[in-house]
Structure formats: structure tokens, C-alpha cells
């Protein structure tokens, strides 16, 4: 081993170790969130999980299985309606909304992935874009069902049957961080099975992969379900903290904020709920505060900082082995 290739192992060993230390106290904060901040506050943090669940489905997809993706939107408003549907017609209860928003939401994700997952890089994304913009059109359009652009509102959610429903904010963000932790818990134990590394097999070379057998169709068709499926269920847990969805909740813009997330920061499912949070601190609290209406200018920014930091970590890594040789002859 060189001097450079050990260099990078003791690198990466002492990211892995941070990130493991500090998540910790990233947990332990944000279940105290609710008695440290105010109501507004909360209602953000409120949508930070519900954006940073639709993050973590883009994260599947874009990183995971090498599908970039900029329409998940679709499937979250196709979670939500689900979700408000049941609310006004069969129950209020929250977990029950969740489960069908989530397979109603794969359903709909098995019909277009059949044609979708035929196809890869640029476009699939364009693929993706038109889902999306479809899927709000038909909900702006779809006024019976979805109250059209003005959208659809449901009473609070229930956890437990005869219960009292979930009005304070704080409640509703501590309902929301339990399902965000629970689904996230169950996508990281998935990709740690053979499974999850045939997608990762398949974003790297999918030529290869498929000569070892495995069959990487089937496999990304399933990671698209999967993803709608998370999806889905950020749409149920919008509109349990909102008690509203409008067509607008899961348009292009929101799908270009959960792939800025989930490639904001650490590229794993825990840093596209952080980038989530950066997401709407930035738009919320941050932008009024500094640039009044310039909320798109400070998340541009943003953007464009994301983008070069990672062209410079990419370029620092390709560069890194031919110094490393050199270093390594000298010795």
C-alpha cells in the first residue's frame, strides 16, 4: 500500500467514525426539537422529514441504483391524495393512511416502471420529469377527487383507534420522525442485503453485473417501486402534519429540491434528511431573514455550491492514485 492510498483509507475511516459519533446527538436533538423550539419552527421541521423521506426515496433511486430521478413528486402526490382519500372516507387514522398511501403509491410505480426502468441516464430523467408534470396536471384537473388546484383537506390523524386526533404541532413532528426513522431504518437494512449490492453493482457497471447473473432489471424495477413507495409515504405524513395536499406539493420544484438533498451532502439516506433540513432552513428561516423574496437566489447558491464541492472531491479522487504511484516509487 502506498503512502497516498493510506492516506485516503485513514481518510475515510476517520469520516465514517465522525459520522457514526455524531449521529447520536443528531437524534437526540431533534427528538428534543419539539421543547427547545417555537410552533412555527416545528411545523418546518415537520415538512424537513416529509421533505427529507421523498430525499431519501431520490437517494435510492439516484445514488443507490444510478437512475437520477427528478420525479418523485409524482409519487408523493399520488401518496398523499391516496392518504386524504382514506381520511374522508374510511378512517382518520395515521398509520393505516401511511400503509396505503405507501402501496398505492408502488402500484402506480409497478405500471410506469415497466416502461420507465427501460431506460437509463439522461433519458430516464427526462422520463421522470414527464411523470411528474403529468401526474400534476391530471391532479389539477381531477377536481372531484382532488379538489383541483386549490387542493384537499382532511381532518387531523389518529394514532390508535378512539383516540383523540393530533393537533399540536410538536405531536404531529414526533408522529412524523417516528415513521421517517422507521422507514429509513428499514431501506438501510435492505441495502445491506444482496440485493442492495446488485443496485450499487448496477450503478457502477451494469454490463458486469449482469454477466455475474444477477438480474439488474428486475433489480431496478423493484428499487422504483420501493422508491415510489417511500414516496407515497411522505405524501401520507404531508398531509397528516398539514391536513392539506394540493397538486403544487408534488410539482418539479419540490422533486429538484429532494435530489438537491440527497446529493447536498454525505450522499447516504441520513444525508438527504440533513440536506432536507439545510433545504428549508435556507428557504425559510434564513432567506427572510437576509434576502426578503430571494429565497430561489440563496437555494441557487446552494445548488451551485453542492455541485463544484463535488466536482472537486470527484477530481481530488481521480488524482489521488497517480500521486499515489509516484509517492509509492519514491519510497
Same mark, same amino acid.
Given at each position: 500500500m502506498t503512502v497516498a492510498q493510506a492516506g485516503?483509507?485513514?481518510?475515510? $475511516?476517520?469520516?465514517?467514525?465522525?459520522?457514526?459519533?455524531?449521529?447520536?446527538?443528531?437524534?437526540v436533538g431533534a !427528538?428534543?426539537?419539539?421543547?427547545?423550539?417555537?410552533?412555527?419552527?416545528i411545523s418546518l421541521g415537520s415538512y424537513a422529514l416529509v421533505l427529507g423521506l421523498l430525499a431519501t426515496s431520490t437517494h435510492l433511486l439516484t445514488t443507490v441504483a444510478g437512475l437520477p430521478t427528478l420525479g418523485q413528486g409524482a409519487y408523493l402526490s399520488i401518496g398523499g391524495y391516496a392518504?386524504?382519500? /382514506?381520511?374522508?372516507?374510511? $378512517?382518520?387514522?395515521?398509520?393505516?393512511?401511511?400503509? /396505503?398511501a405507501a402501496t398505492v403509491a408502488a402500484a402506480a410505480a409497478a405500471i410506469v416502471g415497466v416502461f420507465a426502468t427501460r431506460t437509463r441516464g439522461t433519458t430516464f430523467l427526462i422520463t421522470t420529469v414527464a411523470v411528474g408534470v403529468l401526474t400534476q396536471t391530471l391532479a389539477s384537473r381531477a377536481a372531484p377527487i382532488t379538489g383541483g388546484d386549490a387542493g384537499r383537506s382532511v381532518s387531523p390523524?389518529?394514532?390508535?383507534?378512539?383516540?383523540?386526533?393530533?393537533?399540536?404541532?410538536?405531536y404531529l413532528y414526533l408522529?412524523?420522525?417516528t415513521c421517517t426513522v422507521a422507514v429509513t431504518a428499514a431501506i438501510a437494512l435492505l441495502l445491506r442485503t444482496r440485493f442492495g449490492l446488485a443496485l450499487r453493482g448496477a450503478a457502477e457497471h451494469e454490463p458486469r453485473t449482469r454477466a455475474t447473473g444477477?438480474?439488474?432489471?428486475?433489480?431496478?424495477?423493484?428499487?422504483y417501486v420501493i422508491a415510489a413507495a417511500i414516496a407515497g409515504a411522505a405524501g401520507a405524513l404531508l398531509v397528516a402534519t398539514r391536513h392539506t395536499i394540493a397538486p403544487s406539493d408534488g410539482g418539479f420544484v419540490v422533486s429538484a429540491l429532494a435530489l438537491l438533498a440527497a446529493l447536498l451532502t454525505t450522499r447516504t439516506q441520513t444525508g438527504? !434528511?440533513?440536506?432536507?433540513?439545510? !433545504?428549508?432552513?435556507?428557504?425559510?428561516?434564513?432567506a427572510p431573514a437576509v434576502l426578503a423574496g430571494h429565497a430561489a437566489t440563496l437555494l441557487g447558491c446552494l445548488f451551485l455550491t453542492a455541485a463544484v464541492g463535488r466536482a472537486a472531491i470527484r477530481h481530488r479522487r481521480t488524482a489521488r492514485p497517480g500521486a499515489?504511484?509516484? /509517492?509509492? $516509487?519514491?519510497?
Amino acid at each position: 500500500m502506498t503512502v497516498a492510498q493510506a492516506g485516503a483509507r485513514t481518510s475515510t $475511516t476517520t469520516s465514517v467514525t465522525a459520522r457514526r459519533a455524531a449521529l447520536p446527538l443528531i437524534v437526540v436533538g431533534a !427528538i428534543a426539537a419539539p421543547w427547545l423550539l417555537d410552533a412555527y419552527t416545528i411545523s418546518l421541521g415537520s415538512y424537513a422529514l416529509v421533505l427529507g423521506l421523498l430525499a431519501t426515496s431520490t437517494h435510492l433511486l439516484t445514488t443507490v441504483a444510478g437512475l437520477p430521478t427528478l420525479g418523485q413528486g409524482a409519487y408523493l402526490s399520488i401518496g398523499g391524495y391516496a392518504a386524504a382519500t /382514506v381520511s374522508r372516507t374510511l $378512517t382518520t387514522n395515521g398509520p393505516a393512511q401511511l400503509l /396505503v398511501a405507501a402501496t398505492v403509491a408502488a402500484a402506480a410505480a409497478a405500471i410506469v416502471g415497466v416502461f420507465a426502468t427501460r431506460t437509463r441516464g439522461t433519458t430516464f430523467l427526462i422520463t421522470t420529469v414527464a411523470v411528474g408534470v403529468l401526474t400534476q396536471t391530471l391532479a389539477s384537473r381531477a377536481a372531484p377527487i382532488t379538489g383541483g388546484d386549490a387542493g384537499r383537506s382532511v381532518s387531523p390523524v389518529t394514532l390508535w383507534p378512539d383516540t383523540e386526533p393530533v393537533t399540536r404541532n410538536g405531536y404531529l413532528y414526533l408522529y412524523a420522525l417516528t415513521c421517517t426513522v422507521a422507514v429509513t431504518a428499514a431501506i438501510a437494512l435492505l441495502l445491506r442485503t444482496r440485493f442492495g449490492l446488485a443496485l450499487r453493482g448496477a450503478a457502477e457497471h451494469e454490463p458486469r453485473t449482469r454477466a455475474t447473473g444477477h438480474p439488474t432489471g428486475r433489480h431496478l424495477m423493484l428499487a422504483y417501486v420501493i422508491a415510489a413507495a417511500i414516496a407515497g409515504a411522505a405524501g401520507a405524513l404531508l398531509v397528516a402534519t398539514r391536513h392539506t395536499i394540493a397538486p403544487s406539493d408534488g410539482g418539479f420544484v419540490v422533486s429538484a429540491l429532494a435530489l438537491l438533498a440527497a446529493l447536498l451532502t454525505t450522499r447516504t439516506q441520513t444525508g438527504a !434528511i440533513l440536506g432536507a433540513a439545510v !433545504i428549508v432552513a435556507t428557504r425559510d428561516l434564513l432567506a427572510p431573514a437576509v434576502l426578503a423574496g430571494h429565497a430561489a437566489t440563496l437555494l441557487g447558491c446552494l445548488f451551485l455550491t453542492a455541485a463544484v464541492g463535488r466536482a472537486a472531491i470527484r477530481h481530488r479522487r481521480t488524482a489521488r492514485p497517480g500521486a499515489g504511484a509516484a /509517492v509509492g $516509487t519514491r519510497q
